[in-house]
Nanobody, 122 residues
Framework: QVQLVESGGGLVQAGGSLRLSCVASGSIFSISVMGWYRQAPGKQRELVATIRSGRSTNYADSVKGRFTISRDNDKNTVYLQMNSLKPEDTAVYYC????????????????WGQGTQVTVSS
């Protein structure tokens, strides 16, 4: 019913930048919160940043001042601009959509993307 597709991952040197994008498609009426999470090898998935439909944002302390999350509500798209990347940012980055209302059913749902690899070399 709803799919999230990420793009923009890759290999970058420390200090470099990458921009991730995630498009949500399907029978979507509205999305309350969109966000990015990441999971490094051997570690649990952790929150990176979230943004509500009203544009309020929340960031993990480890990325504050370096990453910027934004969204286009009309396109059901969320972006993550990552600057001053560090080797410890290496992880699979997952897009998340929460509080999703779909046209064909009642209730609110949560969806995840497949993930995109970000590798930062030292």
């Amino acid at each position: 019913q709803v799919q999230l597709v990420e793009s923009g991952g890759g290999l970058v040197q420390a200090g470099g930048s990458l921009r991730l994008s995630c498009v949500a498609s399907g029978s979507i009426f509205s999305i309350s919160v969109m966000g990015w999470y990441r999971q490094a090898p051997g570690k649990q998935r952790e929150l990176v940043a979230t943004i509500r439909s009203g544009r309020s944002t929340n960031y993990a302390d480890s990325v504050k001042g370096r990453f910027t999350i934004s969204r286009d509500n009309d396109k059901n798209t969320v972006y993550l601009q990552m600057n001053s990347l560090k080797p410890e940012d290496t992880a699979v980055y997952y897009c998340n959509a929460d509080g999703v209302k779909i046209i064909t059913a009642f209730g609110e749902y949560r969806y995840w993307g497949q993930g995109t690899q970000v590798t930062v070399s030292s």
